[in-house]
């Protein structure tokens, strides 16, 4: 396990990595790992199902961390995900009857509108992202539940179950949506403009704002992107239920994907957004988590060896920054 | 405004000269990575004097304070209080040997009350070990009430405004059985009432023989209640002596390093010796800008093709106004035109359509982004100009920061190489570059040259000199008294926030110049012109006015 791995360069081996390079490819090594333990000594791992089931497992999780991504690269963070998730799920019943197209674009804009408030409380009033978030983390919820009278309800819509169980070319719709929204993110951090005004304004508020950079505009566009996502990944992970459950979907979501963002080398400091690692992140606790139940291990271990990962992650970064 | 030198401290009290040493340092030095910010620096605190601390940016001031008062640690050198040598490893242990601080920004509990914030550490108790709240309230009304403050000490700290919170921490400072007062920069957030007030309460602690240590750049203040004042200049020590003994003028050529006696007009600069052809009708004009606390009605016109040089102490608000006319600092009052069009409501985006652009002073903070490439940040501002449809091009992005790489000779292993690695001088022309790609029609400059190597400042000198033949309106802000009079068709003096004097044609010069920053009588030829105003005018009875002060530098 990467543990191992980053007690092994304090032996002062020079041709082995250092922390700089750990930083940039020690997600990427470590799910490499895993994969070749698992093959080693799991059974049945690599089989197309079991590869199936993990993928799907992880698509709401990367999906959410995209958006969470941006977020953190603007030295932000949205606590609210996991109740906008719920919120998209509650909104979904209510308008199946018109089709899955208007209950999608309900649930889509209802993320979009939990995204703008926090911005504008981030930008506008200049809350710290901690606390405006946390406003909605626990009004959101409580508001999913109000609009779904607080009661689980079946999903029985064709259209909609389809998207959480059919597959395009053998590949499930759902992992098709995450990879297609994770090119786009990487898309738009990388080749346009707002992307790289997200970055800059991470890597440097003040320089930004002097540079006459839309400061307030791109970072509430930043939220509302984050809330987009999150509703999207609520309709996804309803779909895989069959059933909308605003109680409980979405819960520590927002830790999952903090976790997958920085286990994925993106700094907390802001300044940069790594899409790919990002992706990677989520992969790897996923495959964690797998690997242990798989070898009988109760859940709270893979908790702990979870926890384990972030510390040094964050320990590596620390590393890099010092120099 | 004050009265001159002449009038010099009148309290009553014991002599400080005969006074014994309450505060020595002996030979102090703290090197921090890449600056040497105390370079063996002595100086001695006597009990129940004033004592002014000045100098200019870097000049070690903050950390001197630092090194006093146990926040660092001297790397060498030691300290004495009352003859017995300390080691402060807190703060904490500072306080309690009896060095009380008040900091430039108040350091209190915002969210406690006022009268725990007095007490804090000491609150008084009661039999049962408890906090005596009604004992501890009526101290602290008490306490204030002495410094004319009449609030509520139950109310929390932050509640009020910043110059009650500044009486606050004098309060607690004093409160304290202190032998020795630090104050850094007290006045600077201070109604006039309140500074009244502080003057009074140093009188107090003067009677009651407790050293103040004031640091302030506010030359009046200085005058009118210090006895004695320590000069630092890039972290070593200038000077130490009786106030009285210098005038203003020695006193600022000091912080500054120049010799009063010294006019130098062409030489050292990479500046070209000729003016430039200046148009007549402004580019650039405001009128009026004011800002609580840091302008006062500042108002000067840029013309095209010319440098026009913002002369000033520390503090005297040449930042601000450069802030202000790039749309980054909010203003009370005042107007800003450009190109004969009115500015409302200025922000950084509308300044920058409007074609001004601003190279701030703090290059780390406000300037470069050190994680993106050379090639991103020169494009920051540009971006939106280089993309279509939201989407970035890269080609045009190419061109521009290869024509600007060559035109600056930014010394980089790429245009992709991060800009966090280059040396200040690379990094400062790559924020230049950010700035011209834009073709600003008003180059606002704060410190160009500021902790940059000779190279790369003879590099900038000249460039600043070829933009301004090409046309540009160029703001020039310098701390470099040579460079601001080398390279400045004209300058504009700014003191407390206000405007204090303008030197056009031959008056451009180092003594001039020093002259206008000092509050000194203006020589005779510039007394005919009538270009420096201002109300310093009959300052200085004993220095011949249209002469070079004779006295030696006391050094």
Redesign the interface.
């Known amino acids: 396990m990467t543990t191992q791995a980053t007690v092994a360069p304090g032996r002062a081996l020079s041709r082995l990595p250092g922390p700089a390079w750990f930083q940039e490819y020690g997600v990427y090594a470590a799910v490499a790992a895993l994969l070749v333990f698992n093959a080693a000594f799991t059974e049945h791992f690599l089989t197309v199902d079991n590869l199936r089931t993990q993928l799907v497992q992880v698509a709401p999780v990367v999906i959410v961390a995209l958006g969470m991504a941006l977020v953190i690269g603007t030295e932000g963070v949205d606590l609210s995900v996991g109740s906008t998730m719920a919120l998209a799920a509650a909104l979904l019943p209510l308008y199946l009857g018109y089709g899955l197209v208007p209950a999608l674009l309900v649930a889509v804009l209802a993320g979009a509108v939990v995204g703008a408030v926090n911005g504008t409380l981030v930008s506008v009033v200049g809350l710290q992202p901690i606390v405006a978030t946390l406003a909605l983390f626990v009004g959101g919820r409580g508001l999913a539940l109000v609009v779904a009278d607080g009661q689980l309800k079946q999903i029985a819509n064709p259209d909609l179950l389809a998207l959480g169980t059919g597959s395009f070319l053998g590949i499930p719709l759902v992992v098709l949506i995450a990879g297609a929204l994770a090119l786009a993110v990487a898309f738009l951090v990388h080749r346009t403009t707002f992307g790289r005004q997200v970055v800059a304004i991470g890597g440097n508020r003040p320089a930004a704002a002097l540079a006459g950079l839309p400061v307030k505009r791109v970072l509430t566009g930043v939220y509302v992107l984050c809330g987009v996502f999150a509703a999207l990944a609520g309709v996804l992970a309803t779909a895989r239920l069959t059933a909308s459950d605003p109680s409980s979907l979405g819960n520590l979501m927002e830790l999952s994907a903090i976790t997958a963002v920085v286990v994925g080398g993106t700094p907390l400091s802001g300044g940069s957004v790594r899409v790919l690692g990002t992706v990677a992140g989520a992969l790897l606790m996923q495959l964690l988590r797998a690997t242990l139940v798989k070898h009988d291990l109760p859940d709270s271990t893979a908790q702990m060896a979870q926890a384990a990962i972030i510390l040094a992650a964050v320990y590596v970064a620390r590393e890099r920054r010092s120099r | 405004m004050a009265p001159p030198e002449a009038a010099a401290p009148a309290t009553a009290g014991p002599e400080p000269a005969t006074a014994p040493a309450v505060l020595e340092a002996r030979g102090v030095s703290k090197r921090f990575p890449g600056v040497v910010a105390l370079d063996d620096v002595s100086f001695t605190l006597r009990a129940g004097e004033t004592h002014a601390l000045v100098g200019e940016n870097g000049a070690g001031k903050s950390t001197l304070i630092k090194v006093l008062t146990g926040v660092h640690r001297p790397d060498s050198g030691e300290l004495l209080l009352a003859g017995r040598q300390m080691h402060f490893a807190r703060p904490f242990e500072a306080q309690q040997a009896g060095i009380s601080t008040i900091y430039q920004e108040v350091n209190l509990v915002p969210l406690m009350s006022v009268a725990r914030n007095i007490f804090l550490g000491r609150e008084p108790t009661s039999r049962l070990g408890l906090i005596d709240f009604a004992r501890m309230h009526r101290e602290a009304a008490g306490l204030l009430a002495g410094f004319g403050v009449r609030v509520d000490p139950r109310r929390p700290l932050h509640t009020l405004g910043v110059g009650t919170q500044q009486m606050v921490a004098l309060a607690r400072a004093v409160s304290v059985e202190a032998r020795v007062v630090v104050m850094d920069e007290p006045t600077s957030s201070l109604e006039p009432r309140e500074v009244e007030t502080l003057f009074r309460v140093i009188g107090d602690l003067r009677r009651q023989n407790i050293a103040v240590l004031y640091v302030s750049h506010r030359m009046d203040e200085l005058y009118r209640i210090c006895d004695r004042v320590t000069v630092l200049r890039d972290g070593r020590h200038i000077h130490t002596g009786d106030l009285a003994d210098i005038d203003r003028m020695q006193l600022v050529s000091m912080m500054l390093g120049r010799e009063v006696t010294e006019v130098r007009r062409h030489g050292v600069t990479a500046f070209g010796d000729e003016g430039h052809d200046v148009a007549r009708t402004p580019v650039l004009t405001a009128t009026g800008l004011t800002r609580r606390h840091q302008l006062d009605a500042v108002g000067l016109e840029l013309h095209a093709g010319e440098v026009l040089g913002l002369g000033g102490l520390l503090g005297s608000g040449r930042s601000e106004t450069a802030k202000a006319l ?1 749309g ?1 600092l909010a203003l009370d009052a005042g107007e800003i035109t450009v190109a004969g069009r009115p500015m409302r409501r200025t ?3 509308r ?3 409007a074609g001004i652009s ?1 190279l ?1 002073e703090d290059r780390k ?8 490439s050379v090639r ?1 940040n020169i494009v ?2 540009a ?2 100009r280089l ?1 279509r449809a ?3 091009s890269r080609r045009r992005q190419d061109r521009i920061v290869d024509i600007f790489m060559k035109r600056l000779r930014i010394k980089a292993s790429s245009p992709e190489q991060q800009v966090g690695e280059l040396s200040g001088g690379n990094q400062q022309k790559v924020l230049l570059a ?1 700035w011209l790609c834009l073709e600003p029609k008003v180059l606002l400059l704060d410190e160009p040259t500021r902790g940059i190597d000779v190279g790369a400042k003879a590099e900038v000198q000249a460039l600043i000199d070829e933009l301004a033949q090409e046309g540009l309106a160029v703001l020039l802000i310098s701390s470099d008294i040579e460079e601001l009079v080398e390279g400045s068709d004209r300058i504009v003096v700014l003191r407390g926030g206000a405007v204090a004097g303008e030197l056009t044609g031959d008056q451009v010069g180092e003594s001039t110049l020093l002259q206008v920053l000092a509050d000194h009588a203006p020589p005779a030829a510039a007394d005919a012109a009538d270009a420096v105003p201002g109300p310093g005018t009959e300052a200085a009875p004993h220095i011949p006015a249209g002469a070079p002060a004779g006295k030696e530098d006391p050094r």
């Open positions: 790039a980054a922000t950084s985006a300044a920058i359509r601003l701030p903070a406000e300037g470069i982004v050190p994680g993106l991103e920051l501002a971006m939106p993309s939201g989407i970035v950010r």
